[in-house]
């Protein structure tokens, strides 16, 4: 089945290697000069152009001078459940650096904002707040090359989620025909597994993958490994007081744990312009408890130090109205719209600041 977003025939553009087997495609035209540049990282399972609502990104950015970029990563596709967040940020900067260097060939000096989907967001938080370059090298994945990180003049995060809230979300509800007990009782001894596996894996300096029979029926893709230190990260069973590296999105989140991510990124020097969070009203995989509005606030208050610092961008920060998780549902032309307007107008600004 064709896409129903993508226009048949495809759109121009171009084709980039950002390092020997990793590529990024901008979507330019060559009757516009273009030197900005807006990367766009989509969430788990997500590679080159998979989330839908780029064509109209990409549709609206064609007059401009800002061109689109997609990229694919190490952990894209089927691979993300054996990824980890220093990886996917170190290549995301060996990207922005090419992109950078290339566009100021071209054009001179031009502005670079980083957009990320889903757990795309995690990303961005990842990239913003930790220590430039990252210092450590984890066992289990030896070769992994410290890149240091450029500054950006601004980061979009869409659909900031909490990959934990989304399986309790799983436990109070059920999936695929099995009963909230059901599982209940997989979870539990997933995470069993997953916490005996990680603690072998110290000594031996590899992942352990769990079964996927057993992930692929509490709602994760059943074609796709996961990893025990993954699993863990992701639904962080030790949190709110000890969260694991992916639980950034949580709501029951401290200030004192958010202080150690959105906290961190005015000290972190890594932003010129402000943060904008735009978070899907509708998202299905959003308990119902989770107050959007609210925790947009606590993000706010936290991001700013209490107005100390304006890093939040309260202009164009919005609950979408009635957005799907990726606005990739047949009812959900007017939220992608919204969404198209409420990125366009924070480039405007980043362009000017």
């Given at each position: 089945m064709y896409s129903k977003f993508w226009p048949k025939g495809g759109l121009p553009g171009i084709l980039h290697h950002y390092t020997e087997t990793l590529v990024t495609?901008?979507?330019?035209?060559?009757?516009?000069?273009?030197?900005?540049?807006?990367?766009?990282?989509?969430?788990?399972?997500?590679?080159?152009?998979?989330?839908?609502?780029?064509a109209d990104l990409a549709h609206a950015l064609q007059p401009t001078e800002w061109s689109?970029?997609?990229?694919?990563?190490t952990s894209s596709y089927q691979s993300w459940g054996l990824g980890h967040l220093d990886r996917d940020t170190n290549e995301i900067a060996q990207c922005l650096n090419y992109i950078k260097e290339y566009k100021t060939e071209k054009f001179g000096n031009g502005k670079i904002v980083l957009m990320g989907h889903s757990t795309g967001s995690q990303c961005v938080v990842h990239y913003l707040s930790r220590p430039n370059?990252?210092?450590?090298?984890?066992?289990?994945?030896?070769?992994?090359?410290?890149?240091k990180r450029m500054v950006l003049d601004g980061a979009i995060m869409q659909a900031p989620v909490s990959d934990r809230e989304a399986i309790k979300w799983v436990l109070k509800w059920g999936i695929g025909g099995k009963s909230p007990s059901e599982v209940r009782e997989i979870y539990d001894k997933v995470v069993a597994l997953a916490r005996e596996g990680v603690a072998k894996d110290k000594d031996s300096g590899f992942d352990t993958l769990l079964p996927i029979n057993l992930t692929g029926t509490m709602g994760y893709p059943p074609?796709?490994?996961?990893?025990?230190?993954?699993?863990?990260?992701?639904?962080?069973?030790?949190?709110?007081?000890?969260?694991?590296?992916d639980d950034m999105f949580s709501s029951d989140l401290s200030e004192e744990q958010l202080a150690k991510t959105f906290g961190k990124i005015k000290q972190g020097g890594l932003l010129k312009h402000k943060l904008m969070v735009l978070f899907s009203g509708a998202d299905q995989s959003v308990p119902d408890w989770v107050d959007k509005?609210?925790?947009?606030?606590?993000?706010r208050k936290v991001t700013d130090r209490d107005g100390e610092v304006p890093i939040w961008d309260q202009e164009h920060s919005a609950v979408i109205p009635n957005a799907s998780?990726?606005?990739?549902?047949?009812?959900?032309?007017?939220?992608?719209?919204?969404l198209v307007e409420k990125v366009m107008g924070y480039l405007r600004g980043a362009e000017k600041a």
């Amino acid at each position: 089945m064709y896409s129903k977003f993508w226009p048949k025939g495809g759109l121009p553009g171009i084709l980039h290697h950002y390092t020997e087997t990793l590529v990024t495609f901008e979507y330019t035209t060559s009757t516009v000069r273009k030197p900005h540049s807006l990367l766009f990282v989509g969430g788990l399972g997500d590679g080159l152009a998979t989330t839908s609502y780029m064509a109209d990104l990409a549709h609206a950015l064609q007059p401009t001078e800002w061109s689109l970029f997609t990229l694919n990563l190490t952990s894209s596709y089927q691979s993300w459940g054996l990824g980890h967040l220093d990886r996917d940020t170190n290549e995301i900067a060996q990207c922005l650096n090419y992109i950078k260097e290339y566009k100021t060939e071209k054009f001179g000096n031009g502005k670079i904002v980083l957009m990320g989907h889903s757990t795309g967001s995690q990303c961005v938080v990842h990239y913003l707040s930790r220590p430039n370059p990252h210092t450590t090298t984890p066992s289990f994945d030896p070769t992994l090359e410290h890149i240091k990180r450029m500054v950006l003049d601004g980061a979009i995060m869409q659909a900031p989620v909490s990959d934990r809230e989304a399986i309790k979300w799983v436990l109070k509800w059920g999936i695929g025909g099995k009963s909230p007990s059901e599982v209940r009782e997989i979870y539990d001894k997933v995470v069993a597994l997953a916490r005996e596996g990680v603690a072998k894996d110290k000594d031996s300096g590899f992942d352990t993958l769990l079964p996927i029979n057993l992930t692929g029926t509490m709602g994760y893709p059943p074609n796709t490994p996961i990893s025990c230190r993954r699993l863990l990260s992701l639904v962080s069973p030790d949190s709110p007081d000890s969260p694991g590296e992916d639980d950034m999105f949580s709501s029951d989140l401290s200030e004192e744990q958010l202080a150690k991510t959105f906290g961190k990124i005015k000290q972190g020097g890594l932003l010129k312009h402000k943060l904008m969070v735009l978070f899907s009203g509708a998202d299905q995989s959003v308990p119902d408890w989770v107050d959007k509005e609210q925790l947009l606030e606590k993000w706010r208050k936290v991001t700013d130090r209490d107005g100390e610092v304006p890093i939040w961008d309260q202009e164009h920060s919005a609950v979408i109205p009635n957005a799907s998780h990726a606005l990739s549902n047949d009812d959900q032309a007017e939220p992608r719209k919204f969404l198209v307007e409420k990125v366009m107008g924070y480039l405007r600004g980043a362009e000017k600041a």
